[in-house]
């Protein structure tokens, strides 16, 4: 089947998606906006739209919208054009709030094309009465498939929206080398954003190399926008990361495809950021058996096991977050679960073609 991805730019979270679907013989392509150095063109090559005249205006009176373009759109005759060529049977669209998205949505319900539309909202939540019923409007009008990689909690007082479907997250299997133990190595991974808490994770691991303990950091990071530089040059000044033999190090912007040099160094993930939606480097560190410490406000803790491949701390007790750090030093803990799905392709793709079937009635 052709199928064809519109989000704001190919986001890692997207690869093994991709490379799934691409391995079961269907034909991908992604449109976007916006593209960064980081990304991995080596399976698919975005066609990146210019913004419209018209977009432009509109960004430059009342504002971008947000992260990643949201009130962005490309001329809208030459997408017609491009999508009218491509003739699509499925559309996976970006979640609803980005103009991009909704101009995908009409278009798709003209051209009678299939639509997805992956958000990273809780499957079970509360949800009050405007959201229910716009969405309600929206499946009454476009009839779509709503996918997200987060589950939630299936409790009471916790509901579930009509045309909703789990579809997680999956992450490649590296073949790590064995690490030597001079060091217990670290790993975080995240933009110089506040809600990160990079500095945070790094005064924590300040303490402990204070206090004894043979622990490194390495904190692989995206620096691109006037904020991520500000709190890059922040923590640049605070600490020293010239040193040669300095245990902290940032390394930005690094490549996709080269983040498996960081995992085969790695003990311990750490992600300590605040409202993380749906962490994809917490995925890729438990699929390769590395242990897992984040908050339990990231969407992706659900996919720990606490005890068994990770714990998880409440948002912002640092406090905890050191001592889980501690405990797993102390235990040498090591994942090794023979039932992880989290790197086998089919795991996605059952649920894929489940969501498929069940809402368009189409086996793929």
Not at 175 to 182: A, H, V
Not at 292 to 312: A, F, H, M, Q
Not at 314 to 334: A, G, P, S, T
Request: hydrophobic share 40%; glycine share 4%.
């Amino acid at each position: 089947m052709r199928i064809l991805f519109i989000a704001p730019r190919f986001h890692t979270n997207m690869v093994e998606w991709i490379r799934t679907l691409q391995e079961n013989k269907h034909e991908i392509f992604m449109s976007t906006l916006l593209s960064h150095e980081t990304e991995d063109h080596s399976l698919i090559t975005p066609i990146k739209f210019k913004l419209s005249i018209f977009s432009k205006i509109i960004n430059f009176i009342f504002g971008d919208g947000g992260q990643n373009l949201k009130r962005g759109f490309p001329e809208i005759i030459i997408f017609i054009k491009y999508f009218k060529k491509l003739n699509p049977e499925i559309i996976i669209i970006r979640d609803l709030s980005r103009w991009f998205s909704i101009l995908a949505l009409f278009l798709s319900k003209f051209m009678n094309t299939k639509i997805v539309v992956y958000s990273q909202n809780k499957i079970y939540n509360k949800f009050n009465f405007r959201r229910k019923l716009l969405h309600n409007i929206v499946c009454i009008l476009f009839n779509p498939a709503f996918i997200s990689p987060i589950k939630g909690m299936e409790s009471e007082g916790l509901n579930k929206l009509k045309n909703t479907y789990y579809v997680p997250f999956i992450a490649k299997k590296y073949n790590l080398k064995k690490n030597d133990k001079k060091y217990f190595r670290i790993l975080t991974i995240g933009k110089f954003t506040k809600r990160k808490n990079l500095i945070e994770l790094i005064e924590i691991i300040e303490e402990l190399i204070n206090e004894g303990k043979n622990v490194k950091l390495d904190i692989v990071s995206e620096v691109f926008t006037p904020e991520h530089f500000e709190n890059l040059n922040k923590a640049l000044v605070k600490y020293d990361f010239s040193e040669k033999d300095s245990r902290l190090r940032i390394y930005i912007n690094i490549p996709h495809k080269n983040i498996n040099n960081f995992y085969n160094k790695t003990d311990l993930f750490i992600l300590p950021a605040t409202a993380e939606p749906a962490s994809i480097s917490v995925i890729e560190a438990l699929a390769n058996d590395i242990p897992v410490i984040c908050s339990s406000t990231c969407g992706t803790c659900e996919y720990i096991i606490p005890g068994k491949s990770g714990l998880i701390f409440k948002d912002r007790d640092f406090f905890e977050m050191k001592r889980q750090i501690k405990l797993i030093m102390k235990q040498d803990y090591v994942y090794n679960d023979k039932k992880n799905f989290l790197n086998k392709d089919e795991y996605f793709y059952n649920f894929f073609s489940k969501m498929i079937k069940n809402q368009f009635d189409i086996q793929i």
